[in-house]
C-alpha cells in the first residue's frame, strides 16, 4: 500500500499538479482533510476540482479560488463517490454494481462484461463501458477491466439488494466456469470459482469445487479473510451434510 502523506506532503503532489500557483495551499487543507492523506484519494479529488470548474485551466495554467468557503463541495469523500455515481446512466450504474462484486484477484474481459450485463446486445455494453470510463469508474487494465478504487466498490454495493447480490455472484462463478470449460485451469481460478459460488449461496456448489483443489494457501487470495471465511463456511456446510472426514480433509488448513 502506498504511504500516506503528512499535510506539507500533500501541499507538495497537489503543486505537482496545479503548478506553482496561488492557493494550493488552500485547496491542500481541504484535499488533505478528506483524503487523510491517502496519494490516489489526493489525486481524485484534484480531479474533482478540475471536473467541477472549480480548479480552472486557462491559457496554459491553472486557477485556483482564494477560499472554498464559498463552493459547494462535498464533506467528505463518499460523498463525492455518490456524487460521482448518482450521474451515471441507470444501465452503466447496473453494469458497475454487477463489477463492483469482483474481486481485484479476477478482473473481467469485455465479452464477460457482456455476459454479466445482460444487455440486449454489444452496443449496450460498448456504450455502458464507454461512460464508465469517462467517468473514471472503470479502469481498463490491459485485455481486462476493473473499478477504479476501492471506495466505489463500497459505495456500489451499499444499495443492493442480497439476493441481486447473490445473483450476480452466481453470474460471475458462471464466467469463471465457462473460462475453465475453453481449457483455462490454475489455482487461482479455481478458487475464484468456489467463492462466488459461496457468495451465492451455492455452499453444495461451493464445497464440491474445494474438495477438487483442497486449501490453496499458495494462492494470494487463499491467504485472505474471505477465503479463509470461505472454507469454514464450507467446512460447516459438509458436516451438516453428513461429509465423511476423509472428504474434509482437503479443506482443512493445517
Known sequence: ALTRLDAAQTAILLQSVFGDVQHVQCVSDWVHALSDGSPRTIMELAQYLV??????YERGSFTLPETLRDQALPKSIEQAIDERLAELSPSSRTLAESLAQVTEHGP???????MLSGFENSAGTYGAVEELVAAQVLVAAG??????????ATALRKNLSDDRARLIHLRIADLYDKRTALG????ALALLRAYHR???GDLQGCSERLERIGFSADVE????????A????CL???KTQGVSPARLYPLRST
Open 198 to 200: 459461496y457468495l451465492g
Open 184 to 187: 483455462e485451469s490454475d489455482l
Open 236 to 238: 460447516a456446510h459438509a
Open 221 to 228: 487470495f487463499g491467504r485472505t479473510p474471505e477465503a479463509i
Open 51 to 56: 471536473d467541477h470548474g472549480v480548479a480552472k
Open 108 to 114: 473481467l474481459e469485455f465479452d464477460e462484461l457482456e
Open 230 to 233: 470461505m472454507y469454514e463456511a
Open 143 to 152: 485485455s481486462t477491466y476493473h473499478l477504479g478504487q476501492s471506495g466505489l
